[in-house]
């Protein structure tokens, strides 16, 4: 273990100190896609703590390495006697008595060093099994890290879109207010019926209500990003294109294969709990070990005694038979890999059915952009007509109100789409197993998971905290 880690090791309270103020510090301003991703890659709580939970199972690799290292044990004793013994009248009658005092001082130490030198295979077995535990707790800070910027992702275009939406709705509520005032003038003027100007009413009543809701959908987006990337959202940029995504379904799904964290979690489960099994049979197993005993004592009373004395013992212990117990560790620990095996064809399935779901909602939602496009632009070039033959009294003002309407609800389904779109463009990429920091490129200090590893497995001494 190199001195700087043991340096490293000993500063637990500056560390939790600087992560004190790490998380307290004023986030920064956010405006594009990829500030938002980089604040939540360093700030989120749920990245941080899974960053901490892995640091701990990095800890079983180093519990496990101490069971080849000796254990040493000090004991020492010390005791003061004092004794006191009348033993009655001397030889003058009623004279003083006769005492006797006698003051004792005993010392003793015993140092005890204890090495195992064979366990039934199950030191190493252990050992294994912690890092294969390391290995999918990697893989789990991977998927993590992709949960988390998917979020970052999906969030934020929420924002977007629903900010999209409040303005096309409170656009409308302006339309439609000076729509009910030139339906209520030429009302004044007899040009048009009680029905026209209620109908006008009623539109902006519906439009008022459906910006409030619109409203509301904005602020419950905004508190999200917050929580998620760690700062208000203010303006926001929309992104311009799409990642980079693998040219075919059958390339996305071979990647994700190879790549997804959930699949190599499942996989590293499996052999942890292969290894318990080969534990489980090492308790059934001889072990051995080496016990050194020195031990030195003083009797300081007359006899001014002290004794030194050395021993070195062998010991090696045979089960015969434990009362079922450890059999039946060993046939439950079969059980349980068993189950990760399957697990892991579940795991296999699901990533297919994830895979296919995540392209065909991209290629559906490339198609609805494109039909809303034609909509758009086909809704305004009937608006516009319906508007202008309104003027000449061959359209109703339910003919433009429902144009309107229908132009508003072309308008607001591009909006959804193109947050669509790029979504499943981030799931895509997240199933394949690439929607890390690192992957995206962002201008960060990419968090490496094995410095504490490195750091920690052989550490004989030290409790305090890495990061």
Known sequence: ???????????????????????????????????????????????????????????????????????????????????????????????????????????????????????????????????????????GLHSTEQSVLLSAVTAYQDVIRDQAVVELRQNNVAVLVRQLEASQDRFDLGDTTRTDVAQSEARLSLARANLTAAE????????????????????????????VLPATEADAMRMALENNPALRAAVEAEIASRRQVDISVGALLPSARVDVTLSHSEDDDNLQTQTDSTTIAGTVTVPLYQSGAEYSAIRQARQLNSADRIRIAETERQIRETVAVAWD????????????????????????????????????????????????????????????????????????????????GLPVEYYDPGRNFRNTWWLPIGWGMGQ
Do not use: H
């Open 216 to 243: 509301a959908q904005s602020t419950v987006s905004r508190a999200a990003f917050e929580r998620i990337i760690g700062s208000e959202p203010e303006t926001l940029v929309a992104p311009d294109g799409l990642p």
């Open 1 to 139: 273990m190199p001195r700087s880690g043991l340096k490293n090791y000993w500063s637990s309270a500056a560390t939790a100190a600087v992560l004190a103020c790490w998380l307290a510090s004023p986030a920064a301003a956010v405006s594009t896609l990829e500030d938002a991703l980089t604040q939540t890659y360093e700030t989120n709580p749920t990245l941080l703590a899974e960053r901490a939970q892995l640091r701990a199972v990095d800890e079983g690799v180093a519990q496990a390495a101490s069971n080849w290292r000796p254990t040493v044990t000090v004991t020492g004793t010390f005791s003061d006697a004092e004794t006191r013994l009348d033993t009655g009248p001397g030889s003058i009658p009623n004279g003083p008595s006769n005492l006797i005092n006698t003051d004792s001082e005993n010392y003793s130490g015993t140092l005890v060093a204890s090495q195992s030198v064979f366990r039934g295979f199950r030191s190493v077995n252990e050992f294994r099994q912690a890092q294969a535990n390391v290995r999918a707790g990697r893989a």
């Open 361 to 440: 909602a991209l290629i559906s939602t490339q198609s609805v952009i494109t039909s809303s496009q034609e909509q758009v632009r086909a809704n305004e070039i009937a608006f516009e007509g319906v508007t202008q033959e309104a003027q000449v009294g061959s359209r109703t003002t339910l003919d433009v109100l429902d144009a309107e309407q229908e132009l508003l609800d072309s308008r607001v389904s591009l909006v959804r789409a193109q947050r669509d779109e790029l979504v499943a463009a981030y799931q895509l990429i997240a199933a394949v197993g690439d929607l890390t920091a690192q992957d995206l």
